[in-house]
């Protein structure tokens, strides 16, 4: 089993910053990326950013490359989404996921074998 617990949510003003926090624990020693995924009320889950276990292979969904980097502390079994320049778009409960297997990093949820239980992140205009 592999236990995620996300934290460092809150509340932002438009323009603002929050540092995700995602706590990996149990057996990851097969696991072979994280992905950070958001979903908002009445939408679908959509994919943020992700990362490979070595820290190296990273990837960012369009609507927040430039604002979002995903990285990983690899000694603490942590890995962070720093989010900048927040707008109300961003709005939506925050998932961290790990991904087990033969390939690396992806897109998409379904890949995805374990799921922490969110964070909300509201950003008010």
């Known amino acids: 089993q592999v236990q995620l617990v996300e934290s460092g949510g809150g509340l932002v003003q438009d323009g603002g910053s929050l540092r995700l926090s995602c706590a990996v624990s149990?057996?990851?020693?097969?696991?072979?990326?994280t992905g950070w995924f958001r979903q908002a009320p009445g939408k679908e889950r959509q994919f943020v950013s992700s990362?490979?276990?070595?820290?190296?292979?990273?990837s960012v969904a369009d609507p927040v490359k430039g604002r979002f980097t995903i990285s990983k502390d690899n000694a603490k079994n942590t890995v962070f989404l720093q989010m900048n320049n927040l707008k109300p778009e961003d709005t939506a409960v925050y998932y961290c996921?790990?991904?087990?297997?033969?390939?690396?990093?992806?897109?998409?949820?379904?890949?995805?074998?374990?799921w922490g239980q969110g964070t909300q992140v509201t950003v008010s205009s």
């Open positions: 996921a790990a991904k087990f297997g033969y390939f690396g990093p992806s897109s998409n949820s379904r890949t995805y074998d374990y």
């Open positions: 149990g057996c990851t020693a097969s696991m072979n990326a």
């Open positions: 990362i490979d276990w070595a820290g190296i292979d990273t």
